[in-house]
C-alpha cells in the first residue's frame, strides 16, 4: 500500500499566477481533504471531496478550488497567487462510513513558496 | 479564542523522560480526537486516535480524553531521541473523516 502521495513535492511561483496541486488517496478511501499549514502552525482545512462533490468547506477564499476524479484522486487548484500562499499543502485521505474507526492519514504535502 | 489550544513549546526533556502534551477545546460538539506526529517537512503521521471519553494505550504511548474538562493529552514513557517532532491535536464533531480542527502544535526535543 502506497498510502497518500502527493506531487510535485516542492514548487515555486510568483505573484498572480496559478498552480494545481495533486493528490492521490490510500488504497480504499473515498474521501479526499485538503489543508493549509503555515510555518510554525496547526494545518488548516481548506475542503473536503466526496463523491466527485465538495462537502466542506474551511473559511478560504473562491481562489482556492478542487476537483475529485472518479477513481478518488483529487487537485487542488490556486488562482492569483499571493505571499500568503507560501505554505506546505496537505492532502489527507479516508473513508466516509458509520466506523468510529474512519479517520485521515496525511500525504507528505506540496511545499508552494510565492515569490 | 481559538476553538483549540496547544502550547507551542518548545519542550526539552532527557532520554528515557515521560512526556506530557496537552490540548485544551473549546467545543463540546468535539468526540473524535486524534493525535499526529510531525517531522520537520513531512507530513503528519497518525499516533492515536480516540472516540468520546476515556484512556487508550499504545506501546508507549497513552491518550486520554476528559470532555467534561474540555482536555486531551498524550503520555510518551521512555522518550527516545527518535521522538524529536511536533505533536498535534486534532478534532472533529462528526467523525474521524470529517473535517479536522488542529492545534497549533507542540515541539519535543528529546536529548540523548
Known amino acids: 500500500d502506497a498510502g497518500v502521495t502527493q506531487s510535485p513535492t516542492h514548487l515555486i511561483k510568483t505573484r498572480g499566477q496559478q498552480v494545481t496541486l495533486r493528490c492521490s488517496p490510500k488504497?480504499?478511501?473515498?474521501?479526499v481533504s485538503w489543508y493549509q499549514q503555515a510555518l510554525g502552525q496547526g494545518p488548516q482545512f481548506i475542503f473536503q471531496?466526496?463523491?466527485?462533490?465538495?462537502?466542506q468547506r474551511g473559511n478560504f477564499p473562491d481562489r482556492f478550488s478542487g476537483h475529485q476524479f472518479p477513481n478518488y484522486s483529487s487537485e487542488l487548484n490556486v488562482n492569483a497567487l499571493l505571499l500568503g500562499d507560501s505554505a506546505l499543502y496537505l492532502c489527507?485521505?479516508?473513508?466516509?462510513?458509520?466506523?468510529?474507526?474512519?479517520?485521515?492519514?496525511f500525504g507528505p504535502g506540496t511545499r508552494l513558496t510565492v515569490l | 479564542q481559538k476553538e483549540v489550544e496547544q502550547d507551542p513549546g518548545p519542550l526539552s526533556v532527557p532520554e528515557g523522560a515521560i512526556v506530557s502534551l496537552n490540548c485544551t477545546y473549546s467545543?463540546?460538539?468535539?468526540?473524535?480526537f486524534m493525535w499526529y506526529r510531525q517531522y520537520s517537512r513531512k507530513g503528519p503521521e497518525l499516533l492515536m486516535y480516540t472516540y468520546s471519553s476515556g484512556n487508550k494505550e499504545d506501546g508507549r504511548f497513552t491518550a486520554q480524553v476528559d470532555k467534561s474538562s474540555k482536555y486531551i493529552s498524550l503520555f510518551i514513557r521512555d522518550s527516545q531521541p527518535s521522538d524529536s517532532a511536533t505533536y498535534l491535536c486534532a478534532m472533529s464533531a462528526w467523525g474521524g473523516y470529517n473535517k479536522l480542527i488542529f492545534g497549533a502544535g507542540t515541539r519535543l526535543a528529546v536529548h540523548p
Open positions: 467545543n463540546s460538539a468535539f468526540q473524535y
Open positions: 471531496y466526496y463523491e466527485e462533490e465538495e462537502r
Open positions: 488504497s480504499g478511501h473515498d474521501t
Open positions: 489527507a485521505s479516508s473513508r466516509t462510513g458509520t466506523s468510529v474507526s474512519d479517520t485521515q492519514y
